[in-house]
DNA sequence: TTGTAGGCGTTATCAC
DNA sequence: GTGATAACGCCTACAA
């Protein structure tokens, strides 16, 4: 067994050298139809013995359509982006997909691009975590609908109707505000670190995407809830694409003597530019400023104190995701209303009381 | 323009529609051959009317190859091998070429599996992050040579020949030693995170990764280096698998009363162990034990003290892996060397002079 | 149970 | 410059 050929071997070649037909031998490697065992045999047998390789792109050409998902990321470097990708390719796989992964950096021609060589290539739906601020009509047709089965990851596309899989941001945040409020903090700030204007901005920038929309929504709601007034210059949004305009943010919101002693950061990014902030300016953390976070990195539990954190279900969103566009695949209409996974609010030390 | 039909328009509908035969539509559309630029605007305008889109499953059936590489890796959401997808997928990009994904989880059958669905596929090449202590000889052929274009990635297979991409971990841990050394340390333990056999070994396992065991022999280079005795009671293995077994390793090495003044983290996950272990052992990093780290993890910039680290050149080892994989494909041999890239000793205070 | 033959959507080789 | 026509490798009526 296992001659291997140079990779031109073909059905027929198994066919002649078994002495059957190409559709006998098609009907015993593919595994269907009426054969008899020992004609089966004798070919799987030949086959593996020239090293037959079925050619899937003919398959899929011939049968009208393949088994490969395509997901569009915005960053595959992004931790939360990283272990959803993961989350995605496992489930895909265990459900029989197979995944084109493309990577935009938040670009809208990248993401356009993506999707036509995705469509040329008959992927057979789509996983999207669309660009921020871009227009996404390439994953549309004019009557609304999308082209393919499609569903978004991690971001709403207001006003479009397409499956959505998200986290519940908006009520985690509210969550954390209420926590901290519940330990006697009144001044309490954020920073948001999604946004794509550059440098630090000190208003919600347009195009904000769902997810950082939905947390500065819940921190307003969160200060409500707790009959708070949100102050304007204890809010800030600081740039994704800058590596240090997340610790620029956290300076300007730290380094005033109007200070708050608690603040939201919306990713982990700015968490820990607000730790570097913290080092900087001599505050300690804990005491002087109480801190939540968003998503669990893991170097959240080794500092001291250890960090708050909002923990997003990544995998459960990848997973999720993939679900939902086999469900699709398989002929079951788009889901109308997002799916929302719970996050969950882990409570370390530095989610002090006020002192 | 663009009424965008369900998907079933083909270069006959398209030929037709523009009242050419489908060789001159194909000519039109594939910008190639002697047509009048007259009726290839006819024919661009109508394809587009149409909603055409080119069928790159018939395309690659027809000219018996894909644009398509598979990558395979052993754990998308290890933040190493995140970075260095990303990179592989962007210069993929650039150079033409759309990137299969599979995820192996260090599992040699996911790894055949994923293999094999990817040569069904007709990948043009393989970038491949062997999994650890499995056999790989689904990548080659009796005669030795690979059955495809195929970059390792990360790790080397000896006794392999195959193209192979990696950075100097052998000489930046024997540079991290030196620098230790240099500062007056005489007791330097070093904790391997990359094994495969479960909890905390005192031996260096078999079927450690090439990646690693570079690392332990650059080790015990740097302590030949200063004339320093290796210690087997200071070199501990942990498994990568289980999330604890680096921070018990971490509290074996750094809770006797006989412990190193320094410590090498072979990767970043380990420092981050060590650094906990620190914390619940009341030893100050940089005055009771002074540590440098595999990998420029970004937290480790915001610890007090800043966490000296060797900083691998992750992007770059992507990139490298794909321009050698399509330069393989492009018909030049594969690389007969391993491609080393440099890596680069961040000195920060964590690496202080023994007291 | 097996074989024949046609076609999936392309591209490429011929003629004209 | 353009048009028949034959592949590419596979699946699948339909016929035997």
Same mark, same amino acid.
């Given at each position: 067994?296992?001659?291997?050929?140079?990779?031109? *071997?073909?059905?027929?070649?198994? &066919?002649?050298?078994?002495?059957?037909?190409?559709?006998?031998?098609?009907?015993?490697?593919? $595994?269907?139809?009426?054969?008899? @065992?020992?004609? =089966?045999?004798?070919?799987?047998?030949?086959?593996?013995?020239?090293?037959?390789?079925?050619?899937?792109?003919?398959?899929?050409?011939?049968?009208?359509?393949?088994?490969?998902?395509?997901?569009? %990321? +915005?960053?595959?470097?992004?931790?939360?982006?990283?272990?959803?990708?993961? @989350?995605?390719?496992?489930?895909?796989? &265990?459900? $029989?997909?197979?995944?084109?992964?493309?990577? +935009?950096?938040?670009?809208? @021609?990248?993401?356009?691009? &993506? %999707?036509? %060589?995705?469509?040329?290539?008959?992927?057979? $739906?789509?996983?999207?975590?669309?660009? &921020?601020?871009?227009?996404?009509?390439?994953?549309?047709?004019?009557?609304?609908?999308?082209?393919?089965?499609?569903?978004?990851?991690?971001?709403?596309?207001?006003?479009?109707?397409?499956?959505?899989?998200?986290?519940?941001?908006?009520?985690?945040?509210?969550?954390?505000?209420?926590?901290?409020?519940?330990?006697?903090?009144?001044?309490?700030?954020?920073?948001?670190?999604?946004? +794509?204007?550059?440098?630090?901005?000190?208003?919600?920038?347009?195009?904000? *995407?769902?997810?950082?929309?939905?947390?500065?929504?819940?921190?307003?709601?969160?200060?409500?809830? /707790?009959?708070?007034?949100?102050?304007?210059?204890?809010?800030?949004? /600081? +740039?994704?694409?800058?590596?240090?305009?997340?610790?620029?943010?956290?300076?300007?919101?730290? $380094?005033? #003597?109007?200070? #708050?002693?608690?603040?939201?950061?919306?990713?982990?990014?700015?968490?820990?530019?607000?730790?570097?902030?913290?080092?900087?300016?001599?505050?300690?953390?804990?005491?002087?400023?109480?801190?939540?976070g968003f998503d669990d990195a893991s170097w959240t539990?080794?500092?001291? #104190? @250890?960090?708050?954190?909002?923990?997003?279900?990544?995998?459960?969103?990848?997973?999720?995701? %993939? =679900?939902?566009? /086999?469900?699709?695949?398989?002929?079951?209409?788009?889901?109308?209303?997002?799916?929302?996974?719970?996050?969950?609010?882990?409570?370390? #030390?530095? /989610?002090?009381?006020?002192?």
């Amino acid at each position: 067994m296992s001659e291997g050929g140079r990779g031109g *071997v073909t059905i027929v070649d198994v &066919a002649r050298a078994a002495q059957v037909s190409t559709a006998t031998a098609s009907r015993a490697l593919g $595994g269907y139809g009426r054969i008899s @065992a020992a004609t =089966r045999e004798r070919i799987l047998a030949v086959a593996d013995d020239l090293g037959y390789r079925p050619n899937d792109l003919a398959r899929a050409v011939r049968v009208g359509r393949s088994s490969t998902i395509g997901l569009v %990321v +915005t960053d595959l470097a992004n931790p939360f982006f990283a272990q959803a990708t993961r @989350a995605v390719v496992d489930t895909a796989s &265990a459900l $029989g997909h197979e995944v084109l992964i493309a990577n +935009t950096g938040e670009d809208a @021609a990248a993401e356009r691009r &993506a %999707v036509r %060589v995705f469509v040329e290539k008959r992927v057979c $739906g789509l996983v999207v975590v669309p660009a &921020a601020g871009a227009d996404h009509d390439h994953l549309f047709r004019p009557d609304g609908r999308p082209h393919l089965p499609l569903v978004l990851l991690d971001r709403r596309l207001p006003g479009r109707s397409a499956a959505t899989v998200i986290s519940d941001d908006l009520g985690a945040a509210r969550e954390a505000v209420g926590l901290l409020a519940g330990r006697g903090h009144t001044a309490i700030g954020m920073i948001d670190g999604n946004s +794509t204007v550059p440098g630090v901005a000190r208003d919600a920038p347009a195009g904000l *995407v769902s997810a950082a929309a939905d947390r500065v929504e819940g921190f307003l709601a969160g200060l409500r809830d /707790a009959g708070l007034e949100a102050r304007r210059d204890w809010m800030l949004y /600081a +740039t994704a694409a800058e590596p240090g305009a997340a610790e620029e943010a956290a300076l300007t919101l730290l $380094g005033s #003597p109007d200070r #708050p002693t608690a603040v939201v950061a919306n990713n982990s990014d700015v968490a820990l530019a607000v730790v570097m902030a913290c080092n900087r300016l001599g505050l300690a953390i804990g005491r002087d400023v109480s801190l939540i976070g968003f998503d669990d990195a893991s170097w959240t539990r080794a500092f001291t #104190p @250890a960090i708050s954190v909002v923990a997003r279900p990544v995998a459960g969103l990848g997973e999720a995701a %993939v =679900r939902e566009l /086999a469900a699709q695949i398989g002929g079951r209409p788009a889901a109308s209303e997002p799916i929302v996974l719970p996050n969950r609010l882990v409570d370390r #030390p530095s /989610a002090a009381p006020r002192r």
